[in-house]
């Protein structure tokens, strides 16, 4: 059962848990225990992203629902190894977007990838219902936009150092406003006469 989905668009908990169903019924396995887990998120990673991957336990309780044997020692030690892995995670990944926040102004490119960093943080943890992760990311992008902002203000830079810094201040609100039409926005921005003509050497 192949599952394939556009970037940027979310799966249905009907669609996971009917691919949940079909691996594990593939596998011939009548029982459950950290080997079929492992196996079951890696082809759910294939199939959605692995920002997308349900947690061992939530795996484990729909395939109970299946009649499925669950070797519990064994679940309850591969969620709680996924659980420190996810954390691990989310740690470096605040951390990568730290320079968000840097005194140094970003340019363009860099300002971009971050942006769009923020963005598939923001799909994993809407997936996973982390709501503490989502206040903290749009807290960083604030503060970020913040940063921004007082680059833009700060007189020892150049004038069109401060006019990057002031675009790059408009990119983040935009995605605090509507970060699922944000890719297509920025695109379509950069693509502009009025951006073309403001920043003629953007990299």
Not at 180 to 192: A, H, M, T
Request: glycine share 4%.
């Amino acid at each position: 059962m192949k599952v394939r989905r556009q970037r940027g668009e979310h799966i249905s908990t009907k669609t996971c848990s009917e691919l949940i169903v079909s691996i594990w019924r593939e596998s011939g396995s009548p029982a459950v225990g950290a080997s079929e887990l492992t196996h079951i998120q890696q082809a759910l990673a294939e199939a959605f992203g692995p920002g997308e991957v349900p947690s061992p336990a939530r795996i484990a309780r729909e395939l109970a629902h299946q009649g499925a044997a669950l070797r519990h020692p064994e679940i309850i030690e591969s969620d709680a190894r996924w659980r420190e892995s996810q954390i691990a995670n989310q740690i470096h990944a605040f951390e990568r977007l730290r320079s968000l926040q840097t005194r140094v102004p970003l340019q363009f490119n860099r300002a971009a990838v971050i942006v769009a960093e923020l963005e598939e943080l923001r799909v994993r943890f809407v997936s996973a219902n982390d709501e503490l992760a989502l206040a903290d990311l749009k807290t960083l992008a604030i503060e970020a936009r913040q940063a921004a902002t007082n680059h833009a203000e700060d007189e020892s830079l150049s004038p069109a150092d401060r006019e990057v810094q002031t675009e790059i201040s408009e990119w983040i609100r935009v995605w605090l406003e509507a970060p699922n039409l944000f890719g297509q926005w920025l695109e379509l921005r950069r693509l502009s006469t009025e951006f073309q003509e403001k920043f003629p050497k953007a990299d």
